[in-house]
Nanobody, 116 residues
Framework: QVQLVESGGGLVQPGGSLRLSCAAS????????MTWYRQAPGKERELVAR????????NYADSVKGRFTISRDNVKNTVYLQMDSLKPEDTAVYYC?????????WGQGTQVTVSS
């Protein structure tokens, strides 16, 4: 059974940090490109950061470049999103995605709220 389980979300003040984790099981994690997306209320889901199968590449949305870092551990089958210098506009539900060709798996999401 395929599972992507996100954790690490919560309430943080502006300027603070959070580290999201996405634990994968039920598929060959190392063969999948992993991506973090987010969706704010009333907005479309948007790509935040992506990492290649062997961490050969990373891509970031312009809005998070220099503040967020994506990484993966192919032994622990986990992808991470380190989020620093958080802003209120980073408030959203963050989703983990695994993709290989036409195959897509999604996690259930974790809420991140940036507010004073």
């Amino acid at each position: 059974q395929v599972q992507l389980v996100e954790s690490g979300g919560g309430l943080v003040q502006p300027g603070g940090s959070l580290r999201l984790s996405c634990a994968a099981s039920g598929f060959t994690f190392s063969s999948y490109v992993m991506t973090w997306y987010r969706q704010a209320p009333g907005k479309e889901r948007e790509l935040v950061a992506r990492i290649g199968t062997a961490s050969a590449f990373t891509n970031y949305a312009d809005s998070v470049k220099g503040r967020f870092t994506i990484s993966r551990d192919n032994v622990k089958n986990t992808v991470y999103l380190q989020m620093d210098s958080l802003k209120p506009e980073d408030t959203a539900v963050y989703y983990c995605n695994a993709r290989r060709g036409s195959i897509n798996y999604w996690g259930q999401g974790t809420q991140v709220t940036v507010s004073s």
